[in-house]
């Protein structure tokens, strides 16, 4: 167990839907990342978090929004869902004190379908 | 832009040999950190081992070990006295040090473990 939870563990939906997918990281992580696992593309880093703020972007559409709140845990937004979103949706967290010299650990993962 | 390349998509060893799996890389930061990931059929992710790149030593885990070779852009994974529980998928992944933490995986190895 890396201690960072994520919620729902599977959630199936329709094309055109909305989902929002949680992540908690770990105690006193400030971090949070969020990666997307599809069999096409592999493992993508989409966006980072860090105490708050949006600190780094990736290969996150624009239909795609993020946000990380007070307590730090952060949410991931997916919206007018195509069936290539399908995929495995990661959040990874860590201390983030922008040292390099961190490790991140990963969620259990949310599965979506999108059928 | 960092790329990370595994070439072998799938590996198999006898239980309690030893199997080498292969990364190479490119980056043109100087200064960046290495690791290997473990996912196993549970999809969790799961740190291996990690490498920072100014260090010559070779990072060692248990019977997990890594062949750094910084100069050619290489970063081998060693399983010693492989057990059934090492099946996984294994990934190699790189970030830059110092404020971009973003990991880029390479497509992954699976590795069959032979009982």
């Known amino acids: 167990d890396s201690g960072v939870t994520q919620t729902p563990k599977h959630l199936i939906t329709a094309t055109g839907q909305r989902v929002t997918l949680r992540c908690s990281p770990r105690s006193g992580d400030l971090s949070v990342y969020w990666y997307q696992q599809s069999l096409d593309q592999g493992l993508q880093f989409l966006i980072q978090y860090y105490n708050g703020e949006e600190r780094a972007k990736g290969n996150i559409l624009e239909r795609f929004s993020a946000q990380q709140f007070p307590d730090l845990h952060s949410e991931l937004n997916l919206s007018s869902l195509e069936l290539g979103d399908s995929a495995l949706y990661f959040c990874?967290?860590?201390?983030?004190?922008?040292?390099?010299?961190?490790?991140?650990?990963f969620g259990p993962g949310t599965r979506l379908l999108v059928l | 832009a960092q790329t990370v390349t595994q070439s072998q998509p799938e590996m198999s060893v006898q239980e309690a040999e030893t199997v080498t799996l292969s990364c190479t890389y490119d980056?043109?930061?100087?200064?960046?950190?290495l690791f290997w990931y473990k996912q196993p059929p549970s999809r969790q992710m799961i740190l291996v081992i990690r490498?920072?790149?100014?260090?010559?030593q070779n990072a060692t885990e248990n019977r997990f070990s890594v062949n750094f070779q910084k100069a050619a852009k290489s970063f081998s994974l060693k399983i010693s006295d492989s057990q059934l529980g090492d099946a996984a998928m294994y990934f190699c992944?790189?970030?830059?040090?110092?404020?971009?933490?973003?990991?880029?995986f390479g497509t992954g190895t699976r590795l069959t473990i032979i009982p």
């Open positions: 990874a967290s860590s201390v983030g004190l922008g040292t390099g010299a961190e490790t991140q650990y």
């Open positions: 992944a790189l970030h830059p040090n110092f404020g971009n933490e973003k990991l880029t």
């Open positions: 490498q920072e790149a100014y260090k010559q």
């Open positions: 980056t043109s930061e100087s200064d960046y950190y």
